[in-house]
């Protein structure tokens, strides 16, 4: 078996329509009821809206804007918490996350990483019992006006060591991401779906097709509803969907919608792959929507190598035993009638 792995407290604080998420929503705990520490953006004069729990800030072009967080320690004993940079992505399927990663879509021109640094010594932070302090970051804004939205987050996380032995151990991680928009001085962008290419894959170990999207544009999308088919060309025809709501896609980000084929292995020929997505602008709500229609092939060589390394169906013992036993069975009455027959003459 392998190791349990739980978090403690997994609490996003990103852009409150994107996320989903608010201030101290715990989405998992192990033994209590809040994680070590917390975080609270202590917001400057540039933020847009101060009802905000993220950082949603308007800055002149080329100006240094810091920010900064208050970290507290709720425990009766020291503690350690990694900071770190991340750079919005959309993962696949939707929903929004974070990466310190930066070889991110090639529309992004400029990652959060690349304009902003945490102050010296502050990527580890060492508290004490009942310890506050206030980090700080600093953010270099592009001399021309950028368009559109920045986006990233302050992310923080505390490592905890693994409880029990072997395979039974549990570890547990507290985290928090803080999100941080940067508001361009041309902050008024359509976001703009584009269809990027269809490939075999691996998801979550069964052969699928991934229909790979990009928003090329730096607005995010809301309120995203996918539906999406790949059908097989041919007299054995096959339908394969992939439907989500209530999603979102960052700005200047890939979006892969996998369509599974679960214990099915995926079969060369020509299929057509079939898109429909809607959403809203992020800055203005106005609903939108994308439609793709593309024709693609299946090489022999491809579908061979996915379906190889794809998880195989579970056997079921139990259901074996049973017909094993119902022919075994079968055979005894048979025999049994025969002799009788035998008998009778």
Same mark, same amino acid.
């Given at each position: 078996?392998?190791?349990?792995?739980? /978090?403690?407290?997994?609490?996003?604080?990103?852009?409150?329509?994107?996320?989903g998420h608010g201030l101290g929503k715990v989405q998992a705990t192990v033994d209590q009821q809040r994680a070590d520490f917390e975080v609270e953006p202590i917001l400057p004069d540039q933020q847009v809206d101060d009802s905000l729990n993220y950082?949603?800030?308007?800055?002149?072009?080329?100006?240094?804007?810091?920010?900064?967080?208050?970290?507290?320690?709720?425990?009766?004993?020291?503690?350690?918490?990694?900071?770190?940079?991340?750079?919005?992505?959309?993962?696949?399927?939707?929903? !929004?996350?974070f990466t310190p990663k930066t070889n991110l879509d090639k529309s992004l021109k400029i %990652?959060?990483?690349?304009?902003? @640094?945490?102050?010296?010594?502050?990527?580890?932070?060492h508290l004490a019992p009942q310890a506050t302090t206030v980090l700080e970051t600093n953010i270099k804004l %592009? @001399?021309?006006? /950028?368009?559109?939205? !920045?986006?990233?987050?302050?992310?923080?996380? &505390?490592?905890?060591?693994?409880?029990?032995?072997?395979?039974?151990?549990?570890?547990?991680? /507290?985290?928090?991401?803080?999100?941080?928009?940067?508001?361009?001085?041309?902050?008024?962008?359509? %976001? &703009?779906?584009?269809y990027s290419s269809v490939k075999p894959l691996l998801y979550n170990k069964h052969p699928a097709i991934g229909i790979h999207l990009r928003n090329i544009e730096s607005m995010a999308i809301s309120k995203v509803a996918i539906d999406a088919a790949i059908v097989k060309k041919g007299i054995f025809s096959s339908k394969y969907t992939y439907k989500t709501t209530n999603t979102n896609v960052a700005p200047n980000s890939q979006l892969t919608l996998p369509i599974?084929?679960?214990?099915?292995?995926?079969?060369?020929?020509?299929?057509?792959?079939?898109?429909?997505?809607?959403? &809203?602008?992020?800055?203005?709500?106005? %609903?939108?929507?994308?439609?793709?229609?593309?024709?693609?092939?299946?090489?022999?060589?491809?579908a061979a190598v996915i379906n190889q390394q794809a998880i195989k169906k579970p056997i079921n013992k139990w259901a074996l035993v049973a017909t094993t036993s119902g022919l075994v069975m079968l055979i005894s009455v048979i025999a049994y009638l025969k002799l009788l027959k035998i008998g009778a003459a």
């Open positions: 078996m392998k190791n349990i792995v739980k /978090y403690g407290a997994l609490i996003f604080l990103g852009l409150g329509c994107l996320m950082f949603d800030l308007k800055c002149a072009p080329g100006s240094d804007q810091r920010i900064k967080i208050r970290i507290q320690n709720f425990t009766d004993h020291a503690i350690t918490v990694h900071a770190q940079l991340r750079n919005a992505f959309t993962q696949a399927g939707g929903g !929004i996350d %990652p959060f990483t690349k304009i902003a @640094q945490l102050k010296k010594g502050e990527d580890v932070i %592009p @001399q021309n006006k /950028y368009r559109g939205l !920045i986006y990233g987050s302050w992310h923080f996380i &505390e490592y905890l060591h693994a409880s029990g032995n072997g395979a039974s151990a549990i570890s547990s991680n /507290y985290s928090y991401s803080v999100g941080v928009a940067l508001r361009g001085a041309h902050y008024k962008v359509y %976001p &703009e779906l584009k599974s084929w679960a214990y099915d292995k995926l079969s060369p020929g020509t299929y057509t792959a079939r898109v429909k997505v809607t959403g &809203e602008n992020y800055w203005n709500k106005l %609903p939108m929507t994308w439609h793709f229609n593309k024709t693609f092939t299946v090489k022999d060589r491809d």
